[in-house]
């Protein structure tokens, strides 16, 4: 089993900046890909950004410039470095892994207030 816990959500005014961390812990050495998805008030949950355990990174149309994804293997975290915030960014984000099965943190509410 793995367990992801993200931190880091809050509340930021557009055009400011948040960062969040999603911590794995478990059987860690399972784990290929890491990311970010979030659901929005009245949407379905979408794909932000996604990184590779080497590093390569993926982002949806709608962060890329903005966002940023980065992965500490020794620490098993990965990070979302978020620049220039909009309010359509307000949502729940949900850390994902995937290692053989999907696994799923429990979600940070992220909200940019206009």
């Known amino acids: 089993q793995v367990q992801l816990v993200e931190s880091g959500g809050g509340l930021v005014q557009a055009g400011g900046s948040l960062r969040l961390s999603c911590a794995a812990s478990?059987?860690?050495?399972?784990?290929?890909?890491m990311g970010w998805y979030r659901r929005a008030p009245g949407k379905q949950r979408e794909l932000v950004a996604m990184?590779?355990?080497?590093?390569?990174?993926n982002y949806a149309d709608s962060v890329k410039g903005r966002f940023t994804i980065s992965r500490d293997n020794a620490k098993n975290t990965i990070y979302l470095q978020m620049d220039s915030l909009k309010p359509e960014d307000t949502g729940v984000y949900y850390c994902?892994?995937?290692?053989?099965?999907?696994?799923w943190g429990q979600g940070t509410q992220v909200t940019v207030s206009s």
């Open positions: 478990g059987r860690v050495f399972i784990l290929n890909s």
């Open positions: 994902y892994a995937t290692g053989g099965l999907d696994y």
């Open positions: 990184i590779t355990r080497g590093g390569s990174p």
